[in-house]
């Protein structure tokens, strides 16, 4: 019934709307309009076009003013982030510089060079000159920014064993998170899919036999000692997903099939993190926010929503199926003390199976 | 009439009237100008889908999980109690890519206007072959009802994107769109290929072989220039897509492990050993990239024309932009891997990927500033067409722009799969390509229907479109940039993203405003075609080939002999004459030499 009822004041919108357009229409029988434009449409659309491009400026500065502390460029938790943030901040700068010169350039001739009746265009059909300058010097800004880029690209990708990173194993899986620690040896003991035995809580399918494996550590809860360089090698079990953590500014797709790594060194602890200014600003905000959506809530019966504070986050960010929009894992980042003390309450991986 | 070499037998038949039944003239034509306006409204009804589709889920992220009556009428059993479930959320996003960048940016952009305008402006009787140009838009058609019908399956439409990586794609028990809707996709898309190919092979041949005398290459309007490379790029790239779904049946339906190795899922080991998701991504893409480039060189062909046109002068730097449109043609097919840069393929590879994407950004600049110099000292006649025009240069402009930082390898890290994509390939592709498209249909409207659009309506759809476009897609860069991932049915599940809440209201009500606005258009389409100011021979005063036929329509397009062509498109304003425009056709005067290099 409801159906049919939103189905018929969609149609009443719609004929209203068809009846409000031919109404226009009418309206301008009559007038000498003619077919193509003319000064009269030239000098009005010319307005608009500067019209349009305060338009442009006035949204481009209050998306600045009301979500410019949302994109992520500062404060960034691993060794990399600064770099990559400086590296995001020049390109953002380089393409604003051009986005406002070239939009008011092409908004403003638009508006200048309307025709009018007895005006002529300038025959002008090329100028290579013009050309060759216009493209030399957008190829090495370019160039400039991409080399700087690749550096930076390097300097992420290539980790460098030597340092002895931690090892941790990302296993993702529809639709959970879990992680697998190399313990002692630092080593991750042999896994497969193949190897996967529910019954038994071996749900990674890790080799039970292999010696590797029997310090492993198997946790659903990510901790991380600040300073020290990790490397996550990432497993899926049936379809492709992505770890995506934001704050370290690091993702990699965990392919099924294939094992995939990506390394970073975090640098600030949750403990930290939580009391930046920044962060305390933003939790702030977004409490104030759950406040307001709590009182809705409350009002029709429903449970307020709980305070939020901040943790880092490990997201799903490969379109996996119908729960990748709920598909997290806490991630903590603590002192060297405090991750020994949590590692020592874990059980090992033979420990945590079902005899 | 002199006596014209007409390679063509075809030209004798023009001079008797064929006896045409409704069916041979609307349904079944051969005819190129009616083939045309097939392709426009099979891709305006599709279009008309794929807006609908995207009110839908901007209304689930604004408002998730609220009961919504629009969801109950449209989609029945997917929307209990009026609340979106989650599948057919990830179903809507997926069909309504896949709609907009195949069935209305490819088929509907340059189905229509390579049909219409090659023929017409090369100064040729029709395609090379009517016949198979016919067959090209029935396969369209088919695959569209194919696409359509999948929407009605039991288990769902096809859920895994756009993009429809495996393994996602390829197991039923993942996902239910994964079942029967997918096979559909697969058999819609098939089908969309084969008339792609076949249009382009058309297209290719007839550009080539059916030139006018005196139309030499390096005088065919831009227009031509780029549906020549958007064709050859399809012929080389579609096939690779077509292996990829080809090979992914295989791993759906005979067992076969081209994308598939090593899975456990719901509770069982699955057979599959060996092989790759990375080899569909590789696959996709090699298609994917030159795809968006499929879409977007039509568009800029469009607008060349258009606003050389509407400015009363030449295209700035003729040349330039026909090496231009060649380089970004040939630099498109190298680029794919700047899609996969953390698909966890060899970094280097994402080094090397960066780097052929950076060379590809500076023919794009390139066009932008020959369109900027081709409007300075115009004298500027702002129709609705041109205003379009210009409106696809600028959001050609935002939207190119952002797309330096997701080419750069690093950069991508932090933004691949975010809103800051989303907002980047709609600036580009459902802005500024709509837009080409939109300016084509204004501008060439006489020509395909005989009668104008109405003006004054054409002007509000452009200032209220591009008010709401900016609207929704501005604030999208931000939102990404914080770190929200697409492709997520909500995003309440992380207080973290809490206050990307009034963003994302913000960009559904400009979404909503704008799709909704969209019917101010559709009314003035269908409307001018039955009951349209009826139009005169050139209305836009322009002077290529297309405006020296007949308004109405006849089998092989000139009533004699086809004109021949004596000098190239751009002679506006020229200085040697008093006129204001000289067509193609015109014979050079005494003396008389080419006005540019």
Same mark, same amino acid.
């Given at each position: 019934m409801t159906a049919l009822l939103t189905i018929i004041i969609v149609l009443f919108v719609a004929v209203a709307i068809w009846q409000l357009i031919k109404i226009f229409d009418l309206a301008q029988v009559g007038k000498t309009t003619s077919l193509v434009a003319d000064d009269r449409d030239n000098k009005i659309n010319g307005y608009m076009m500067m019209v349009f491009l305060a338009f442009i400026y006035i949204v481009t500065i209050l998306s600045f003013w009301y979500l410019g502390d949302l994109p992520l460029v500062s404060n960034a938790a691993s060794e990399h982030g600064p770099e990559l943030d400086n590296l995001m901040i020049i390109s953002m700068l380089l393409i604003f510089i051009v986005q406002t010169v070239t939009q008011y350039l092409l908004h403003y001739y638009a508006f200048k060079y309307r025709g009018e009746t007895g005006k002529k265009a300038l025959f002008y059909a090329d100028n290579n000159t013009l050309e060759f300058i216009w493209t030399i010097i957008p190829t090495i800004v370019l160039a400039a920014l991409i080399i700087y880029g690749l550096f930076t690209w390097n300097d992420i990708m290539n980790i460098n064993e030597d340092e002895d990173p931690m090892v941790i194993e990302l296993y993702a899986k529809q639709f959970q998170w879990t992680a697998r620690y190399g313990g002692e040896d630092n080593v991750l003991g042999k896994a497969n899919v193949r190897l996967i035995d529910i019954d038994k809580a071996n749900i990674l399918g890790v080799a039970e036999d292999d010696p590797n494996a029997q310090d492993d550590v198997v946790v659903s809860e990510l901790h991380l000692p600040v300073g020290q360089q990790v490397v996550f090698k990432m497993r899926s079990q049936d379809v492709l997903h992505s770890a995506y953590m934001p704050h370290f500014r690091a993702q990699m797709n965990c392919v099924p099939g294939m094992v995939t790594q990506f390394g970073f060194t975090p640098t600030i602890t949750t403990e930290d993190m939580r009391n930046s200014p920044d962060m305390i600003d933003k939790v702030q905000n977004i409490n104030q926010i759950r406040i307001e959506k709590s009182k809705a809530l409350t009002a029709e019966g429903e449970q307020p929503l709980d305070p939020y504070e901040f943790d880092y986050l490990l997201l799903c960010n490969k379109i996996c199926g119908k729960s990748h929009y709920n598909m997290q894992m806490k991630i903590i980042v603590e002192t060297q003390e405090e991750f020994d003390a949590w590692m020592a309450e874990q059980k090992s991986f033979p420990d945590s199976l079902n005899k | 009439m002199s006596a014209t070499l007409d390679t063509h037998g075809h030209?004798?038949?023009? #001079?008797?009237?064929?006896?045409?039944?409704? #069916?041979?003239?609307?349904?079944?034509?051969?005819?190129?100008?009616?083939?045309? =306006?097939?392709?426009?409204?099979?891709?305006?009804?599709?279009?008309?889908?794929?807006? @609908?589709?995207?009110i839908m889920f901007r209304m689930q992220i604004a408002w998730p999980e609220k009961p919504n009556v629009l969801f109950e009428a449209l989609l029945g059993k997917w929307a209990p109690d009026g609340v979106m479930d989650a599948d057919i959320y990830l179903a809507l996003v997926t069909i309504h890519g896949t709609i907009m960048v195949f069935f209305v940016l490819t088929a509907g952009l340059s189905g229509t206007f390579s049909n219409l305008l090659i023929p017409l402006q090369i100064g040729a009787r029709d395609m090379a072959s009517g016949f198979l140009n016919m067959i090209s838009y029935w396969l369209f058609f088919v695959s569209s009802v194919i696409m359509v019908i999948s929407l009605f399956v039991e288990a769902g439409p096809a859920a895994a994107g756009w993009t429809i990586y495996p393994p996602l794609s390829a197991l039923p028990m993942a996902q239910g769109g994964s079942g029967m809707g997918m096979t559909l996709w697969l058999v819609s898309m098939a089908i969309f290929i084969a008339s792609s190919l076949l249009g382009s092979l058309n297209y290719i041949v007839t550009i080539i072989n059916l030139r006018t005398k005196g139309m030499s290459m390096t005088r065919l309007p831009l227009t031509i220039w780029a549906f020549f490379v958007t064709a050859i790029l399809g012929v080389i790239s579609f096939p690779v897509l077509l292996s990829a779904a080809l090979l992914l049946i295989m791993d759906r339906s005979f067992g076969t492990s081209f994308f598939l190795s090593d899975i456990f899922i719901q509770g069982e080991v699955l057979h599959y050993q060996g092989g790759s998701p990375v080899l569909f991504e590789h696959l996709f893409w090699f298609?994917?990239?030159?795809?968006?480039?499929?879409?977007?060189?039509?568009?800029?062909?469009?607008?060349?024309?258009?606003? !050389?046109?509407?400015?009363? =002068?030449?295209?700035?730097?003729?040349? !330039?932009?026909?090496? &231009?449109? @060649?380089?970004?043609?040939?630099?498109?097919?190298? #680029?794919?891997?700047?899609?996969?840069?953390?698909? %966890?393929?060899?970094?280097?590879?994402?080094?090397?990927?960066?780097?052929?994407?950076?060379?590809? $950004?500076?023919? &794009? !600049? #390139?066009? $932008?500033?020959?369109?900027?110099?081709?409007?300075?000292?115009?004298? @500027?006649?702002?129709?609705? $067409?041109? @205003?379009?025009?210009?409106?696809?240069?600028?959001?050609?402009?935002?939207?190119?722009?952002?797309?330096?930082?997701? %080419?750069d390898s690093a950069l991508d890290i932090n933004v691949h799969d975010t809103y800051f994509v989303v907002a980047h390939f709609h600036l580009v592709m459902g802005i500024s390509a709509l837009y080409g498209m939109f300016a084509g249909i204004y501008h060439w409207f006489p020509k395909m229907f005989g009668r104008m659009l109405n003006k004054n309506l054409g002007y509000l759809h452009f200032w209220v479109t591009a008010i709401c476009a900016y609207g929704v897609f501005f604030p999208m860069h931000f939102i990404g940039m914080a770190g929200l991932p697409r492709r997520y049915y909500t995003n309440s599940n992380f207080p973290l993203f809490d206050d990307t809440a009034n963003a994302n209201v913000i960009i559904t009500m400009f979404a909503i405003v704008g799709g909704l606005f969209q019917l101010v258009y559709l009314w003035n389409f269908f409307y001018s075609i039955f009951y349209g100011k009826k139009t005169t021979k050139n209305p836009w005063k322009s002077t290529t080939l297309e405006w020296t036929t007949e308004v109405k329509h006849i089998h092989g397009n000139w009533e004699g002999a086809i004109p021949h062509v004596h000098r190239w498109p751009y002679d506006y304003s020229n200085p040697f004459h008093d006129v204001d425009f000289i067509p193609q056709n015109v014979p050079m005067k005494e003396g008389e030499e080419e006005l540019h290099h």
């Amino acid at each position: 019934m409801t159906a049919l009822l939103t189905i018929i004041i969609v149609l009443f919108v719609a004929v209203a709307i068809w009846q409000l357009i031919k109404i226009f229409d009418l309206a301008q029988v009559g007038k000498t309009t003619s077919l193509v434009a003319d000064d009269r449409d030239n000098k009005i659309n010319g307005y608009m076009m500067m019209v349009f491009l305060a338009f442009i400026y006035i949204v481009t500065i209050l998306s600045f003013w009301y979500l410019g502390d949302l994109p992520l460029v500062s404060n960034a938790a691993s060794e990399h982030g600064p770099e990559l943030d400086n590296l995001m901040i020049i390109s953002m700068l380089l393409i604003f510089i051009v986005q406002t010169v070239t939009q008011y350039l092409l908004h403003y001739y638009a508006f200048k060079y309307r025709g009018e009746t007895g005006k002529k265009a300038l025959f002008y059909a090329d100028n290579n000159t013009l050309e060759f300058i216009w493209t030399i010097i957008p190829t090495i800004v370019l160039a400039a920014l991409i080399i700087y880029g690749l550096f930076t690209w390097n300097d992420i990708m290539n980790i460098n064993e030597d340092e002895d990173p931690m090892v941790i194993e990302l296993y993702a899986k529809q639709f959970q998170w879990t992680a697998r620690y190399g313990g002692e040896d630092n080593v991750l003991g042999k896994a497969n899919v193949r190897l996967i035995d529910i019954d038994k809580a071996n749900i990674l399918g890790v080799a039970e036999d292999d010696p590797n494996a029997q310090d492993d550590v198997v946790v659903s809860e990510l901790h991380l000692p600040v300073g020290q360089q990790v490397v996550f090698k990432m497993r899926s079990q049936d379809v492709l997903h992505s770890a995506y953590m934001p704050h370290f500014r690091a993702q990699m797709n965990c392919v099924p099939g294939m094992v995939t790594q990506f390394g970073f060194t975090p640098t600030i602890t949750t403990e930290d993190m939580r009391n930046s200014p920044d962060m305390i600003d933003k939790v702030q905000n977004i409490n104030q926010i759950r406040i307001e959506k709590s009182k809705a809530l409350t009002a029709e019966g429903e449970q307020p929503l709980d305070p939020y504070e901040f943790d880092y986050l490990l997201l799903c960010n490969k379109i996996c199926g119908k729960s990748h929009y709920n598909m997290q894992m806490k991630i903590i980042v603590e002192t060297q003390e405090e991750f020994d003390a949590w590692m020592a309450e874990q059980k090992s991986f033979p420990d945590s199976l079902n005899k | 009439m002199s006596a014209t070499l007409d390679t063509h037998g075809h030209d004798d038949h023009d #001079v008797h009237h064929h006896k045409e039944t409704f #069916v041979t003239k609307y349904i079944f034509s051969q005819d190129h100008k009616m083939i045309a =306006k097939q392709y426009l409204i099979t891709g305006t009804i599709m279009g008309v889908i794929g807006v @609908l589709m995207s009110i839908m889920f901007r209304m689930q992220i604004a408002w998730p999980e609220k009961p919504n009556v629009l969801f109950e009428a449209l989609l029945g059993k997917w929307a209990p109690d009026g609340v979106m479930d989650a599948d057919i959320y990830l179903a809507l996003v997926t069909i309504h890519g896949t709609i907009m960048v195949f069935f209305v940016l490819t088929a509907g952009l340059s189905g229509t206007f390579s049909n219409l305008l090659i023929p017409l402006q090369i100064g040729a009787r029709d395609m090379a072959s009517g016949f198979l140009n016919m067959i090209s838009y029935w396969l369209f058609f088919v695959s569209s009802v194919i696409m359509v019908i999948s929407l009605f399956v039991e288990a769902g439409p096809a859920a895994a994107g756009w993009t429809i990586y495996p393994p996602l794609s390829a197991l039923p028990m993942a996902q239910g769109g994964s079942g029967m809707g997918m096979t559909l996709w697969l058999v819609s898309m098939a089908i969309f290929i084969a008339s792609s190919l076949l249009g382009s092979l058309n297209y290719i041949v007839t550009i080539i072989n059916l030139r006018t005398k005196g139309m030499s290459m390096t005088r065919l309007p831009l227009t031509i220039w780029a549906f020549f490379v958007t064709a050859i790029l399809g012929v080389i790239s579609f096939p690779v897509l077509l292996s990829a779904a080809l090979l992914l049946i295989m791993d759906r339906s005979f067992g076969t492990s081209f994308f598939l190795s090593d899975i456990f899922i719901q509770g069982e080991v699955l057979h599959y050993q060996g092989g790759s998701p990375v080899l569909f991504e590789h696959l996709f893409w090699f298609l994917g990239h030159p795809e968006v480039y499929i879409v977007i060189l039509p568009a800029m062909g469009l607008v060349s024309e258009i606003m !050389a046109t509407n400015s009363r =002068k030449p295209i700035f730097g003729y040349r !330039a932009m026909i090496m &231009s449109i @060649l380089a970004i043609g040939f630099l498109s097919t190298i #680029v794919w891997g700047h899609h996969m840069f953390i698909s %966890g393929m060899n970094p280097f590879l994402g080094s090397v990927f960066t780097f052929t994407t950076l060379l590809i $950004a500076i023919p &794009s !600049a #390139v066009k $932008a500033f020959n369109w900027i110099t081709t409007i300075w000292k115009g004298n @500027l006649q702002l129709n609705p $067409a041109m @205003l379009f025009s210009i409106g696809f240069v600028s959001t050609f402009i935002t939207g190119g722009l952002t797309g330096i930082i997701l %080419g750069d390898s690093a950069l991508d890290i932090n933004v691949h799969d975010t809103y800051f994509v989303v907002a980047h390939f709609h600036l580009v592709m459902g802005i500024s390509a709509l837009y080409g498209m939109f300016a084509g249909i204004y501008h060439w409207f006489p020509k395909m229907f005989g009668r104008m659009l109405n003006k004054n309506l054409g002007y509000l759809h452009f200032w209220v479109t591009a008010i709401c476009a900016y609207g929704v897609f501005f604030p999208m860069h931000f939102i990404g940039m914080a770190g929200l991932p697409r492709r997520y049915y909500t995003n309440s599940n992380f207080p973290l993203f809490d206050d990307t809440a009034n963003a994302n209201v913000i960009i559904t009500m400009f979404a909503i405003v704008g799709g909704l606005f969209q019917l101010v258009y559709l009314w003035n389409f269908f409307y001018s075609i039955f009951y349209g100011k009826k139009t005169t021979k050139n209305p836009w005063k322009s002077t290529t080939l297309e405006w020296t036929t007949e308004v109405k329509h006849i089998h092989g397009n000139w009533e004699g002999a086809i004109p021949h062509v004596h000098r190239w498109p751009y002679d506006y304003s020229n200085p040697f004459h008093d006129v204001d425009f000289i067509p193609q056709n015109v014979p050079m005067k005494e003396g008389e030499e080419e006005l540019h290099h």
